[in-house]
């Protein structure tokens, strides 16, 4: 039985991590694991990044591990801030700025 679905790489990747009450998070989760065990910053390598993913869990077909990759890259870039927003401000810093 194959996982994959060609139109929505939503419904595989939550078929995937079904197990989980929240598949979506479960999955990016476990997609940040997997960027921070093998160092690689998901939105600066993200081709190589998509092959970590799918060596990690096979089932996973292309499309879908590029969802979950930039579904991944979106969570990296809203942690590195206090308001969530993915902008880092000149409060965010711990610099002066002259």
């Known amino acids: 039985m194959s996982l994959t679905n060609d139109n929505n790489p939503r419904v595989e990747v939550t078929m995937i991590f079904a197990g989980y009450e929240d598949p979506m998070a479960?999955?990016?989760?476990?997609?940040?694991s997997i960027a921070t065990s093998r160092r690689i910053d998901p939105r600066k390598n993200q081709v190589v990044f998509i092959r970590e993913l799918r060596r990690a869990e096979p089932s996973l077909s292309l499309k879908s591990a590029v969802y979950l990759a930039q579904m991944t890259a979106r969570a990296y870039r809203t942690e590195g801030?206090?308001?969530g927003t993915g902008i880092k401000s000149l409060l965010d810093t711990d610099r002066n700025i002259p």
Do not use: F, H, I, K
Request: hydrophobic content about 50%; overall charge negative; glycine content about 0%.
């Open 81 to 83: 801030n206090t308001d």
């Open 26 to 32: 479960a999955a990016v989760e476990w997609a940040q």
